[in-house]
C-alpha cells in the first residue's frame, strides 16, 4: 500500500483507514477527473499538518464513505468503532450545508452550530475538506463556484478565524477572492505587481542587522522570516485607505520566532534601539491577546531609507497556536488504558474557545425569525472581532463597529437599560460611537433610566437589541420602536480638476451602482487651488456598497481625494 508521506508515520489505524477508504472510493472520479479518493487524502493530510489526534485522521479520510460510498455508517463503527463513526456521521450531516435560501440556511447553520457544541472534531474535519474543495473549485460550473465562494468566505473563513486558525482563514479567504469579486481582485492584481517582491528584497538586506542585534543582545532567534499580507486581508485594509498601496506598511511583515515570553520583549527592545518605533503603531497582543485567542507583539519602525517595516515577534509555541488556532490544543492522552482524546487547558485562549462555543449554542435557541438569525450570527459570532476593556482591566469581546450601548449590555442588562452616557479612553463620546480595540470604555448610568427606541437604529448585537426591545415592551413603550429603521444617508466629499463632463461621469458611476443622488453641491464649489470641492448627498448608507463607488471614482483622473461619512 503505498500512504501518502505525511501519514507514513502513523497508526495502524489511519492505515487500516486509508485502506478502507482507497477501496470505498475504488473507481470514484471527482469533476476535475482526478480520483475521488485524492480528496479524502488530502483532507486527512491536512488534519496531520494541524497535529491532530489519529481519530481524528482517520475520520477524515473516511469522511465521505457513508454519504458517497456503498458502505453504511454501521459499517464504519463495526470496522472503526463508534467514535469514529460519531465523527463520520457528523460531517456526513453538514455535507447538507448549502448557501440558498434563508429557510435552508437557517437550518443548516444550525446543525452547524450542534456539531460544533458536541465535539470541535467535526468541524476541524469539515474546514480540511472544504480547504481542498476550494482548491480544486476551477473544475465546477460558474454558478456552483460563486455559491460554495461566497459560504466560504461568509461562515467557513470566519469561523476558521474565530476558532484562532489565522493561516486557514486566510487561506479560505484568499481561495474565494477571485471568484465573489473578480473585478476587484484583478485591479489588485494589477496594482501590487512587483511591491511584494521589492518589500521581501528590502527585509533580506535589512535582515544580517536584526540577527547580528539578537545574538549581541544574547538572544538566538529560531527563525527570522517573512510573512507576505494575504490578498483578501490587503485588499480590505487598501478600502480603509482610500485604496492608497503606500499606505499599506505590512505588505510584507518581518517575522521573529524566539524561545521564550522574555526573550519576544528583549528582541522588542533591540528593534527599537536600531530603529524608532512609528509612536501609536506598537500593539502587544501577548499580554492581551485577540478576542480569537491571537498573540503575537507588532512594532512599526521607521528603517533605513525612510522605509516604514512592520515586525511581528513571538514564540515558536505561540507560533504554533497562532498558524493551527484551536487544532493546536488538541493532544492525545491514554487514560487509565484507554484510548482517549482531551484538550490541554494550559492557556486562557482554550478556555475561551470552550465558553464562545458554549455561548453559540445557547446563542442560537433564542431566534425564531430566520432572517434575524443569520444577520445576527454573521454579526455576533463571525464578523471580525474587537476588543474594549473595563476601568477594571476586564477585556470584553464584540464585533467590529460595536457601540457602547453594546458594550454595556454585554456586562449586564441593567447597565445597559440605565446607560447614558460613556467615556472612551477618558473622553466623553456619542452612544453610537464605532469602538476599537483596546478602547477603554466606562459606562455612565444613571437609575430607573430606560433605553431609548432610537438605539435599534446604531446598535449592532442581537444581545443588545434583545435587552432594549424587552425594557421596551415592558415599559409600555413597545409602540415607539421604530417601525422602519430610518434609512440612512452617505455625503461624498469629491476634490478634483475642474473638467468639462466631470459631473456627468460621476452620476453615471452612481446610476451603475444603483444608488440615487438626493443633492448634488456644484454651484456652490469653492476653489482649492487648481481644485473644486464637489458634494454629494446619496441614499445608501452600506458601507461595502460606498466602498466600491470610491474605488470606482478614484479611476477618474480628474478626481484627486475622496472623503465619505454618514449623515
Known sequence: MKTATLLTSKSDLVQRAYAFAEKAHAGQKRKSGEPYFNHCLKTAEELARWKLDETTIAAGLLHDVIENTDYTAEDVEQEFGPDIKRLVEGVTKLGTVKYRGVET??????????????????????????????????????????????????????????LGMQKLSGQLEDLSFPYVYPTEYRWLLANIKGRYEKREAFLMKIRPLVLKALKENGIEPVALDFRAKRYTSLYKKLLRYEMDIDKIHDLVAFRIIVKTIEDCYAALGVIHNLWPPVPGRIKDYIAMPKPNGYRSIHTTIICTEGEFVEFQIRTEQIHQEVENGIAAHWAYVETKGTKNYSRRLATLATN?????????????????????????????????????ITPKGEVIDLPQEATPVDFAYHIHSDIGNECIGAKVNGKIVPLDYELHSSDIVEIITQKNKKPSSSWLEFVKTATAKGHIREALRKSGLQGRILSEKRKKQTEL?????????????ISGIL??????????????????????????????????KILKIILKLKELKEIKEIDSRFV
Open 352 to 388: 475561551k474557545e470552550i465558553a464562545w462555543v458554549e455561548q453559540l449554542r445557547a446563542w442560537q435557541k433564542q431566534f425564531t425569525d430566520p432572517k434575524e438569525f443569520i444577520d445576527s450570527l454573521k454579526i455576533d459570532f463571525l464578523k471580525d472581532r474587537i476588543f474594549a
Open 105 to 162: 440556511q437557517v437550518e443548516n447553520l444550525r446543525k452547524l452550530i450542534l456539531a460544533m457544541a458536541e465535539d470541535i472534531r467535526v468541524i476541524l474535519i469539515k474546514l480540511a475538506d472544504r480547504l481542498h474543495n476550494m482548491r480544486t473549485l476551477n473544475a465546477l460550473p460558474p454558478t456552483k463556484q460563486k455559491r460554495i465562494a461566497l459560504e466560504t468566505m461568509e461562515i467557513y473563513a470566519p469561523l476558521a478565524y474565530r
Open 511 to 544: 446610476s451603475r451602482s444603483h444608488v440615487n443622488i438626493i443633492s448634488m453641491d456644484s454651484t456652490a464649489s469653492r476653489r482649492r487651488g487648481h481644485f473644486y470641492l464637489i458634494k454629494i448627498r446619496c441614499d445608501t448608507s452600506d458601507k461595502d
Open 493 to 505: 466629499k469629491i476634490t478634483a480638476a475642474h473638467q468639462f463632463g466631470l459631473m456627468k461621469k
